[in-house]
């Protein structure tokens, strides 16, 4: 069982206030992901969940029990750092057997629930090695190792992936769905990497200044975001927004197309500019098109290569009129 | 070219500490060299350093003439009780402050500090009425509580400075793991900042062995360590300097022996985290 509820819960820092009032549920076994920019909140509201920070009030409840007042150590989740955060004066066995230590599980039966996690983890024959000996994947590994022999009730992972390599990271990310897949556990995990939390969650949690900005599926929140800022931070490249009189044709104050539903034309369209920067991946084509009226240019994604280069001349128009987000003055959803 | 002015330079920075060194040392080697000495040659002039005739008089003398092994029983007894004592309040101190800090800590560690600013002899009429009143005057308890409350700041502050290198996160992570605040503290922070302790213990042991006014003061007999030992040496009837420096030279023996084979984890010690 792993069913937290978040009611009325605000965190200040002295004078400050990063959390305002927040309410939030996660179910039994969900994937959830905060995510948001930088100073967002996202880490301090996981480290409330987990305890290392205390609420300034409201309450948190996990598994129907209020646990607002318990200590971290008593409160049955298991939490994966962004430093991997390893004891690096034990070994590798040592380090995941410590929370058994800690729970007065040794001798056999721990001996057995560590093999199973470096199974698991492909760990097996590192079990000897110190910290120091291992790469930052392998470091990364023992940190979930030490965090899935506890079957907790919930794990808390605190931007596991952000201290290694691009290649890794995507190697890593698949990992952990996969132990999701595994384990049926509730996760919570923490990121500023939008990819991260559109390929993994099954519910994400935007956040900004402590705010709960939407909450729902990646697809919702891809099709139907609330806000200006939910729309520009979901997708990749992110939406386009036009302000002026193209808005005002769709009755709006912004409205927002994402690259992937403009087309590129050599000879007509809505929008006429010139191509600033071209990416040619293979698989598709990024054109940067700076456009008379429209101050940041629009982002194009065309499928397959596509014979555009720098200084050319651009049509670009929407798709269908369905794929364009209208928002109003207080950049709401209309 | 570059090669030879660096080694140029390179010989001119050793020779130089190398005198500094010498210097540094030459009182001490004065000494050990003087405890070997007759009384007559002690106080020749012009001295000779080297050639004289080399006996163990002295040593025999002093050897006859007082307990040494009750002193150095003493010297140890309140250098490492001191220090264990100061240990266990200041672990727990350095912990809270290092790691669950306040409003006023800075101003708690600043005013802890400024205790050491004071001149013990200050305060040395308080505690020898203190001492007196209670019956702990010349006892083990006094002069070890008394050298573990001089040297705490210090050691606080070492340990505080150690404590600060550990990340956080690693004890954050031991508590997600469900270990209390003493396995915390046992499993996890003492064995990391086993480098930094022990050169603490190294750095106060030191300290409580060579403190000279407090057991000199709080002391007569029973309780007296090896500075009081070399103390019955000076007399005010004329000073026989041989003997007084085979004193001497018996009560540095230990702790020159042990800082010679600890110098590498105290060097350590002291230079820790001033170069990151």
Redo the contacts between chains.
């Keep these: 069982m792993g069913r937290i509820t978040l009611k009325d819960v605000t965190k200040s820092f002295g004078e400050t206030q990063v959390i305002p009032p927040l309410n939030l549920e996660i179910n039994d076994g969900e994937f959830v992901v905060f995510v948001g920019p930088s100073g967002c909140g996202k880490s301090t509201l996981l480290r409330l969940i987990?305890?290392?920070e205390d609420v300034t009030s409201g309450s948190i409840n996990i598994n129907d029990m209020d646990a607002t007042n318990i200590?971290?150590?008593?409160r049955g989740?298991?939490?994966v750092?962004?430093?991997y955060?390893?004891?690096?004066?034990m070994s590798v066995r040592k380090n995941i057997g410590?929370?058994l230590?800690?729970?007065g599980i040794e001798g056999a039966q721990a001996t057995k629930k560590i093999d199973e996690a470096a199974k698991v983890l492909n760990l097996t024959d590192y079990l000897d090695r110190k910290p120091g000996q291992l790469s930052g994947g392998q470091r990364q590994r023992v940190a979930i190792g030490?965090a899935i022999v506890?079957e907790p009730d919930a794990f808390?992972f605190d931007e596991p992936l952000s201290n290694l390599d691009a290649a890794l990271r995507v190697n890593m990310r698949l990992e952990i769905s996969e132990l999701h897949h595994q384990l049926k556990t509730t996760m919570i995990y923490v990121t500023h990497d939008q990819v991260e939390a559109m390929t993994m969650a099954d519910k994400i949690v935007v956040l900004r200044a402590g705010n709960i900005e939407q909450v729902g599926s990646p697809i919702e929140l891809y099709k139907n975001p609330q806000n200006l800022f939910v729309a520009g931070f979901i997708g990749s490249p992110k939406m386009n927004f036009i302000n002026g009189t193209s808005a005002l044709e769709y009755d709006a104050h912004t409205i927002g197309v994402r690259p992937e539903h403009l087309r590129a034309s050599k000879s007509e369209g809505v929008w006429k500019g010139v191509v600033g920067v071209s990416e040619h991946l293979g698989s598709d084509t990024f054109l940067r098109v700076n456009v008379d009226g429209i101050e940041d240019g629009l982002v194009v994604r065309a499928e397959g290569d596509v014979e555009l280069y720098h200084g050319d001349t651009v049509y670009l128009s929407p798709e269908n009129d369905s794929r364009i987000y209208k928002f109003d003055r207080n950049g709401q959803a209309i | 070219m570059a090669r030879e002015v660096s080694r140029r330079r390179k010989t001119v920075v050793t020779i130089i500490a190398w005198a500094i060194g010498l210097l540094i040392f030459f009182p001490i080697l004065w000494t050990i060299l003087t405890s070997f000495k007759t009384e007559a040659e002690a106080i020749a002039d012009p001295p000779s350093l080297f050639f004289f005739d080399w006996t163990l008089e002295n040593y025999e003398v002093v050897g006859e003439r007082s307990n040494y092994g009750k002193f150095l029983w003493n010297s140890v007894i309140l250098a490492v009780g001191s220090t264990i004592f100061g240990l266990m309040i200041a672990i727990p101190s350095a912990w809270s402050m290092a790691f669950q800090p306040g409003k006023r800590t800075k101003d708690v560690m600043m005013w802890m500090l400024s205790t050491k600013m004071m001149p013990a002899v200050g305060v040395l009429f308080p505690i020898y009425i203190l001492a007196r009143n209670t019956g702990l005057f010349d006892t083990h308890i006094l002069l070890i509580v008394v050298l573990m409350l001089m040297n705490l700041p210090i050691i606080i502050w070492m340990l505080y400075t150690y404590f600060k290198e550990i990340p956080v996160d690693i004890l954050e992570a031991a508590r997600m793991d469900g270990a209390s605040l003493k396995s915390e503290i046992i499993y996890v922070l003492t064995p990391m900042a086993l480098p930094g302790i022990a050169s603490t213990m190294l750095l106060n042991i030191i300290l409580a062995w060579n403190e000279a006014f407090w057991t000199l003061n709080l002391t007569t007999i029973n309780a007296a360590p090896l500075t009081a030992f070399i103390a019955s040496y000076s007399s005010p009837e004329g000073l026989f300097y041989a003997k007084l420096s085979a004193a001497s030279t018996m009560a540095i023996a230990p702790i020159l022996i042990m800082g010679w084979f600890s110098q590498k984890q105290l060097v350590r010690g002291l230079t820790f985290g001033a170069v990151k």
């Design positions: 987990a305890g290392l200590p971290p150590a008593k989740l298991a939490m750092f962004q430093s955060a390893l004891y690096p004066h410590f929370p230590k800690m729970a030490r506890r808390l």
